[in-house]
Nanobody, 123 residues
Framework: QVQLVDSGGGLVQAGGSLRLSCAAS????????MGWFRQAPGKEREFVAT????????YYADSVKGRFTITRDNAKNSAYLQMNDLKPEDTAVYYC????????????????WGQGTLVTVSS
């Protein structure tokens, strides 16, 4: 089973950028679809982005499309989320996720979660 550690969150002004990182343990990282979810205060967890096993395909929630980019480096057992043009509504705890069978938008196929990293966007 893969284990995930998220990092890179922080406080940023609206319009700014952050890059989240997800470091995975284990030798089977490339066998997992990777993704990011987020949960804002008082709201349910929501899907943000996912990337295929080899990195050739990526999918995004409409709310972040064109602003966020998900990537992965299988040689470094890592996944990333580059977030540009951040908005106050992007404020949330962001969670890295791994799924051997893929990652549905509901998170029901997640095999492992990161501990979460807080992103706060001020207006």
């Amino acid at each position: 089973q893969v284990q995930l550690v998220d990092s890179g969150g922080g406080l940023v002004q609206a319009g700014g950028s952050l890059r989240l990182s997800c470091a995975a343990s284990g030798r089977t990282f490339r066998s997992y679809v990777m993704g990011w979810f987020r949960q804002a205060p008082g709201k349910e967890r929501e899907f943000v982005a996912t990337i295929s096993w080899g990195g050739g395909s990526a999918y995004y929630a409409d709310s972040v499309k064109g602003r966020f980019t998900i990537t992965r480096d299988n040689a470094k057992n890592s996944a990333y989320l580059q977030m540009n043009d951040l908005k106050p509504e992007d404020t949330a705890v962001y969670y890295c996720a791994a799924g051997a069978r893929g990652l549905g938008p509901g998170g029901d196929t997640v095999d492992a979660w990161g501990q979460g990293t807080l992103v706060t966007v001020s207006s």
